[in-house]
C-alpha cells in the first residue's frame, strides 16, 4: 500500500496484521495506531513495533474517540465458501463485503475533517455496494493505484469529507 507519500500528526491502520504496514507509517507520523481482532496478529505487532504504536484487540477503530488525518486499511474480503472454515484474516462477513463495509463506517466516525482513508478494494468485491455506501456518507472517492493480478485486480481507493 502507497502510505508512504502520506504525511501528518496522526495514522491508523484497522486490521494490522503483521504490521508491516504500521512500521512504514511510523516513519512519517507523530502518533501511530493499529487495531485487529486476532490477539496473535497483534502479539506479533507488539513484539516488532516500536513501543509507542498504540495497538488495541477490538472490531475496527470501534474504542476510539480521537480524529486521525489517516486511516488505512486491507480488509478481509473473501466470501467464504461451503463447509469452509473462517479465517478473519481472509474472509469477510456475509458475502464478504460486510467487513469492508463496517470498517469504513467505523473510520468515518474517527477521521478528521481534512484526513483520508485509503482502502484496499478486489474486484471479487462488490464494489457497488461501497459506492452506495460513501455516496450516503458522503464520502468522496478517487483511485489511487490499480494492480491486476492473473486472478484479481486489487484497487486502492482514497475516501475522504
Ligand atoms: C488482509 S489482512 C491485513 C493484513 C495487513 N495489512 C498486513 O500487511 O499484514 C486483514 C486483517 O484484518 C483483521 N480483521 C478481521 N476482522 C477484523 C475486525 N472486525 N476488526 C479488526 N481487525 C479485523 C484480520 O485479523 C487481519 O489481520
Redesign the pocket.
Given at each position: 500500500?502507497s502510505v508512504s507519500r502520506y504525511g501528518g500528526e496522526s495514522a491508523l491502520?484497522?486490521?494490522?496484521?503483521?504490521?508491516?504496514?504500521l512500521k512504514v507509517l511510523y516513519e512519517s507520523f507523530k502518533i501511530v495506531a493499529g487495531?485487529?481482532?486476532?490477539r496473535i496478529?497483534l502479539k506479533h505487532c507488539k513484539d516488532n513495533l516500536p513501543k509507542d504504536v498504540f495497538l488495541v484487540?477490538?472490531?475496527?477503530?470501534?474504542p476510539f474517540r480521537y480524529k486521525f488525518d489517516l486511516i488505512?486499511?486491507?480488509?478481509?474480503?473473501l466470501p467464504m465458501r461451503d463447509n469452509e472454515k473462517k479465517d478473519?484474516?481472509?474472509h469477510?462477513?456475509s458475502n464478504g463485503i460486510e467487513?469492508t463495509l463496517?470498517?469504513i463506517k467505523?473510520a468515518a466516525s474517527v477521521l478528521a475533517e481534512n484526513g483520508k482513508m485509503l482502502i484496499?478494494v478486489s474486484s471479487f468485491s462488490n464494489i457497488a455496494k461501497i459506492d452506495e455506501l460513501t455516496a450516503q456518507m458522503k464520502l468522496k472517492k478517487r483511485v489511487i493505484s490499480e494492480k491486476k493480478l492473473f486472478f484479481e485486480t486489487l484497487t486502492i481507493i482514497e475516501l475522504r469529507y
Open positions: 500500500m491502520e484497522i486490521g494490522a496484521g503483521s504490521g508491516i504496514i487495531t485487529d481482532i486476532d496478529s484487540c477490538c472490531d475496527a477503530a470501534s488505512v486499511s486491507n480488509p478481509p474480503y478473519r484474516a481472509i469477510g462477513d467487513t463496517n470498517f467505523s484496499v
